[in-house]
Each structure stands twice: as structure tokens, then as C-alpha cells.
Nanobody
């Protein structure tokens, strides 16, 4: 079983920055893809960023140039650096950790609110 703990969410003003972290623990034999998705009230969950290893990275059009995903496979941690935040970025952000089987493991979510 793999457990994920997310941190770094909070309230930030438009134009500000936040850095989300997600640390995995448990029996981790191999790591494949990592990523972040988000869900705003009344909207479907959307994939924000995903890294499949190396430079194989996907970003949603809405965050390209503003968000950066990174990973530390030794520390089993995934990061999402979010710059130039907009009110439309307000959502609960969920960490994805694809490991072992591979199986998809999801974090419990962390709230990001962008408001003046």
C-alpha cells in the first residue's frame, strides 16, 4: 500500500505563487508517472500536469508557462510550482503517484484558493 500526504495549499492573492508537495510512503518498488489534477466546485476533475519520466511532461493549456511539475524519486516526492495564480486556479488539488503494478494512487487533496 502506498500513502500520499499533500501539503502547500492555502490562500493566495492573484498573481501570487504556491508550491504544492506530495510525499509518498509505504512499499514503493518502482515509480512511473506522477501528476496533479484539480477539481473546482461544480466542475469535473481535470489533469493539470503529469510527468511520465524524463522530459515527458504534459500540462493543461490553462496552466502552461505558469505551473511546473517536478519529482524527486529518491525522496518519493512530487512538486507543483504554481506562479501567476489566477482566481480560476481555485480548486482542490490532488496528487497522482503511479507506482508498483503500476497502480494509480491519489492524495487526499489540498485546497488552493486564489482571491484578493
Amino acid at each position: 500500500q502506498v500513502r500520499l500526504v499533500e501539503s502547500g495549499g492555502g490562500l493566495v492573492k492573484p498573481g501570487g505563487s504556491l508550491r504544492l508537495s506530495c510525499t509518498a510512503s509505504g512499499e514503493i518498488r518502482s515509480v512511473y508517472a506522477v501528476g496533479w489534477s484539480r477539481q473546482a466546485p461544480g466542475r469535473q476533475r481535470e489533469l493539470v500536469a503529469r510527468n511520465n519520466g524524463g522530459d515527458n511532461t504534459y500540462y493543461a493549456d490553462s496552466v502552461k508557462g505558469r505551473f511546473t511539475i517536478s519529482r524527486d524519486d529518491v525522496a518519493h516526492t512530487v512538486y507543483l510550482q504554481m506562479n501567476s495564480l489566477e482566481p480560476e486556479d481555485t480548486a482542490v488539488y490532488y496528487c497522482l503517484y503511479q507506482a508498483n503494478g503500476p497502480y494509480d494512487y491519489w492524495g487526499q487533496g489540498t485546497q488552493v484558493t486564489v482571491s484578493s
